[in-house]
């Protein structure tokens, strides 16, 4: 058995000293799909991001591949899908552009993009289902395409951590599909993967452990919870964990 | 072009060009970052190292260069860390850099014609020692920003990406810092502080409304820059207008130009695409213009 992927211990995480997460721990081993559920505000994608270093951490441990976060430098091994395309700029940039960025943690800042480059964005682009995308600019995407732009971005170098952080938010249906066949295919071939969900929808049945997070705290962490009363509607595709002694509506997001 | 056989007229040619290809080169990323105006900020701070460096006798140009990297600095430390009050300070920064070059000067025995030079350029006084300085660093500058564009647009275009990545983030954040600071001083020469901007930013906002990807808008801005640079001394040499203004009217008629000519070619391509329904309607605009 090797080290765990990644390795949560007893973290305290806070902005502008109000704490967010208390106490909070969560280990990955190699080949887990884990989603990390929650409501808005719980806390969920800050517990992701702390664990990245976007935010930092006040008490407790982080550590990537059995290093401390704080002296982990092997990047190429993880790739991160955020939310959303950031602002981005005025400048236009083309889909294999920003794919092409996934490239950097592996090749360096100096060395220019060669063959093996060229072949894994294009690689990249297949799996998400946008290769004919590849020479428009990302802006004249819809949502849900620019979300699988970001995820052939992260998986372009190669990583063996995927972590997301709410991919399919407001993410059409096609799109969602390719998302879950690009992660299954990326699990098949043995990644691990984080991933921040407020709705499982198609992603539910590659997600092999799921974590709640509620009031900055871990509340549940095991099997993917059912979705409870209102919930269960099969045209509601929100997942809103539960525990027994609380109401469900406690869950109900905005 | 018997104008360009003078020597002065030549030298202030080669400097225009020069800054037209690398002032672009630069300011992609900052339009990029959406802070098409931070050079004109930077420029307001090398004004006080002109005055410093005139009170000094010491070279104007140098200790511009000084005093707009030590801003420039500044300004990223306070969009990396301050966020809420860095709109104020930046403002107290520009403000205080005019004033302050402003009263250097006035205190030097200056002149207030070479104030003049600084604030709108003065291309035909380039001496052989500035054209050496203005190539030197245009070609470094120029060098550095295409070496490092993918990194450097991986920065600018989602700084957080970059730094799982795992990419020297804030080096990248100063290098794009100070590289703004160099273009400054170097424009300041051709442009003049007040019109520096215009050089970084306006062959980009053309050519973006044409291209389709970042290496493309970056390419066609440096044509554009190379262009208004050169035809601008042409106008400036030819009808006796001011260099710096010439360069950046030419820069503005030609977005102007390419703003009309996209947008008619995308009105008779919208006209032409309800009777035969167009595959990829944004396509063929590219080459009408480029025709145009």
Known sequence: ?254 | MDLFQYDFMLRALVGALVIGLAAPALGIYLVQRRLALIGDGIGHVALTGVGAGLLLNRSPVLVAVLAATLGAVVIELVRAYGRTSGDLALALLFYGGIAGGVMLVGLSDASSGSLNAYLFGSLTTTSPADLVTIGVLGAVLLVTMLVLRPALFAVCHDEEYARVSGLPVRALNLLIAVGTAVTVTIAMRAVGVLLISALMVVPVATAQQVTRGFRSTMTAAMALGLFAAGAGVWVAATADTAPGASVVLVAIGSFLAVALLAAGARALLRRRGRSTPAAHPVEPAEHEVLLG
Not at chain 1, 14 to 22: A, F, I, Q, T
Not at chain 1, 218 to 232: F, K, L, Q, R, T
């Open chain 1, 1 to 254: 058995m090797t080290s765990p992927v990644l390795e949560i211990a007893h973290a305290t995480v806070g902005y502008d000293g109000r704490p967010v997460l208390r106490d909070v721990s969560l280990t990955l081993t190699a080949g887990e799909v884990v989603a990390v559920l929650g409501a808005n505000g719980s806390g969920k994608s800050t517990l992701v991001r702390a664990a990245l270093g976007l935010v930092p951490i006040g008490a407790g441990s982080v550590a990537l591949f059995g290093t401390p976060q704080r002296r982990f430098r092997q990047w190429h091994r993880i790739g991160y899908v955020p939310q959303r395309l950031g602002a981005g700029g005025g400048v236009p940039a083309t889909v294999t552009e920003v794919v092409a960025s996934g490239r950097l943690a592996r090749r360096g800042v100096l060395r220019p993009a060669g063959r093996a480059d060229r072949a894994a964005v294009a690689a990249a682009l297949r799996a998400v289902g946008l290769a004919d995308r590849a020479g428009d600019p990302v802006a004249t995407l819809s949502g849900g395409q620019q979300q699988r732009v970001l995820i052939a971005r992260a998986l372009a170098g190669g990583p063996e951590l995927l972590v997301l952080d709410e991919p399919t938010a407001g993410v059409d249906a096609a799109s969602q599909e390719a998302f879950a066949g690009a992660l299954r295919a990326f699990r098949d071939g043995g990644g691990t993967v984080l991933l921040v969900a407020h709705e499982l929808g198609p992603l539910r049945p590659l997600i092999s452990r799921a974590v709640v997070v509620h009031q900055g705290g871990i509340a549940h962490d095991g099997a993917v919870p059912e979705p409870a009363g209102h919930h269960a509607d099969p045209d509601h595709e929100h997942v809103h964990p539960h525990c027994d002694e609380e109401p469900a509506g406690l869950w109900r997001s905005i």
